[in-house]
């Protein structure tokens, strides 16, 4: 895997990833920024939302669950200190399907945070406590 990241002015990048995909990324203006893109660890923060959700929907799919669609909202704290890590994420799942089993969502949460999701155990090794909840929300039953 390969990145790119180029600096353009001020605080502000662009960062091409080795498939080609680009995104701006910027800083506040109190930091010289235009606030023309996400930040360095809001983009991490996304990373790990991305790569958790794909796990859940891949994992749903395969055990032949109805799932109509997925959002993870994360809330993360960081430290106070520099370097300004993250010390906490929450991750809350909000899954919407057709007859959808809870036991079977809240076990692809489990196997994407524990066996599956790189970002996540990467996080984890690194001393971050990441949680999860599930709400589930059956068509069927609207």
């Known amino acids: 895997m390969k990145a790119r990241i180029k600096w353009v002015e001020e605080v502000t990048f662009m960062a091409e990833s080795g498939s080609g995909h680009a995104v701006v990324v910027d800083g506040p203006p109190d930091h010289g920024g235009r606030n023309l893109g996400p930040r360095p660890m809001e983009l991490l923060l996304m ?11 891949s994992i749903l799919k395969k055990s032949r669950q109805q ?6 909202v994360l809330d993360a704290t ?45 996080l984890v090794q690194a001393g971050v406590k990441i949680t999860h909840d599930v709400t589930l929300i059956d068509l069927d039953a609207q």
């Open 67 to 72: 799932v109509v669609s997925c959002e993870a």
């Open 78 to 122: 960081r430290a106070d200190a520099v370097p300004a890590v993250f010390t906490t994420i929450h991750l809350h799942f909000i899954v919407k399907g057709h007859a959808l089993k809870q036991q079977a969502v809240e076990r692809a949460v489990e196997l994407s945070a524990e066996k599956y999701c790189s970002a996540s155990i990467m």
């Open 47 to 57: 990373g790990l939302g991305a790569c958790s959700s794909f796990d859940v929907v």
